[in-house]
């Protein structure tokens, strides 16, 4: 459906116009008429799927520039803050509103004059919460309130955050919030704060059809060869690397670059400063693989990733959904390699169970040279349980 059918006020359009936006997704398209009537709604959709621009249009539409903050938009993370508020500055380029991002790790002072001046804040739960228990935030004025990736403040730990905010804002107002699941938390808030919501299931914004799933079972010792033969071999565009700790990403990465590949780190020991310096080489093409713990990938949203790599498997087979969903997007094709050794077999196992109809391939390693190691790491000795359970439920004999 085109933008113009959706009742967007003309300054917006041109700015969607000059984006070449020339068609909704499917939450634009659903959730934008009642989010510009001043309805409740509930948006379950992923990250990437439009959804910013969908809530951004209801708060540069209805809000007038000078009158105080008239809208709060909470996110998970720092990094989410910076893009939404950012994406938002952009959208309304043709308003007057004053955008302020609030998020840890910075001073606060600055942030204490920029609220002075703001018409919208978008901010991580815990900074918001400094502010008003330092009084130096008015929350009175609020008529629009947004959950951004509410699941993911949910899972981490945010939720008294997020209710002590709701509570701060005045009853009569606009709540809408997006999520790509729908837990019982999240269905809390639902009941509690939201007033007779829309609810809006987005289609599925990866196309399974565009992505290709396969694993490799590889020894410890050539797990890593194995990574860099296949990051010099594939035909790769931006590639994320998923691994489970600070350690093992600061090691992979270190030895990535030690092999002549560009690659950047993003975890959660990192300063804010360091984390926007990292991303920024991502967006300028400067390094073209980041490495990432599921924690600090989250909210993050990369257009353009062809290749996802899990060096370790994740424990949790819900966070494997949410690693390959970022790619195989927009109609273009994406690739997840799994690199399965000994270690992994159990959180392997689980990702099955849990998602028992997923299609990923069995594909036997190539022979490698042993790639150059900058920094030797201590291997545990690999565990034999669940062994035997992995390669019959994973059917050994299916190899190309």
């Known amino acids: 459906m085109s933008f113009k059918n959706l009742g967007i006020c003309e300054p917006i359009l041109r700015v969607i116009e000059e984006y070449d936006f020339s068609e909704t ?68 380029k043709y308003q007057r509103l004053k955008f302020v991002p609030i ?48 699941d993911r403040m949910v899972d ?33 808030i639902k009941s509690k704060y939201m007033n007779n919501p829309i609810s809006i299931t987005a289609k599925a914004h990866v196309d399974p059809s565009k992505l290709k799933q396969i694993y490799y079972d590889v020894r410890s010792s050539a797990k890593f060869s194995l990574l860099i ?16 700790t600070r350690n093992q990403v600061d090691f992979i990465t270190k030895n990535i670059n030690y092999n002549k590949l560009d690659a950047i780190a993003i975890h959660g020991g990192f300063t804010q400063t360091k984390r926007s310096a990292s991303l920024q080489k991502l967006k300028s093409n400067k390094a073209s693989i980041l490495v ?43 690739k997840v390699i799994n690199l399965v050794s000994p270690r992994d077999h159990e959180n392997f196992s689980n990702v099955f169970r849990i998602n028992s109809t997923l299609n990923i391939e069995s594909v036997d390693p190539p022979q490698v040279q042993k790639a150059l190691m900058k920094q030797e790491t201590m291997q545990r000795r690999p565990s ?6 992995f390669h019959q439920k994973q059917g050994r004999g299916r190899r190309n």
């Open 25 to 92: 997704t499917y939450i634009q398209e659903k959730s934008i008429p009642p989010i510009l009537e001043g309805k409740d709604v509930i948006g379950q959709s992923a990250t990437g799927s439009g959804k910013t621009l969908a809530f951004g249009c209801g708060i540069i539409q209805n809000l007038k520039a000078g009158s105080g903050i008239g809208a709060i938009v909470l996110t998970p993370t720092r990094e989410l803050a910076e893009q939404v508020c950012s994406a938002l500055k952009d959208f309304s």
């Open 384 to 389: 034999t349980h669940g062994r035997n359970n």
């Open 292 to 334: 990432c713990t599921d924690v600090a990938a989250r909210g993050l949203d990369i257009p353009g990733v062809s290749h996802i790599y899990n060096y370790d498997m994740p424990a949790d087979g819900k966070e494997y959904i949410h690693r390959i969903g970022r790619t195989a997007r927009a109609g273009k094709e994406g």
């Open 229 to 244: 033969h296949l990051l010099h071999s594939e035909n790769s565009g931006l590639v994320l690397i998923f691994c489970n």
């Open 103 to 150: 998020y840890g790790g910075v001073s606060i002072n600055p942030q204490m004059n920029d609220l002075r001046r703001a018409d919208v804040v978008v901010a991580t739960p815990g900074r918001l919460l400094d502010h008003i228990d330092r009084r130096t935030i008015d929350l009175s004025r609020v008529k629009i309130l947004v959950l951004d990736e509410a």
């Open 156 to 188: 981490m730990g945010f939720i008294d955050d997020v209710n002590k905010i709701i509570r701060q804002c005045p009853k009569t107002r606009q709540t809408l919030l997006f999520s790509a699941t729908l837990s019982p938390d999240i269905e809390k």
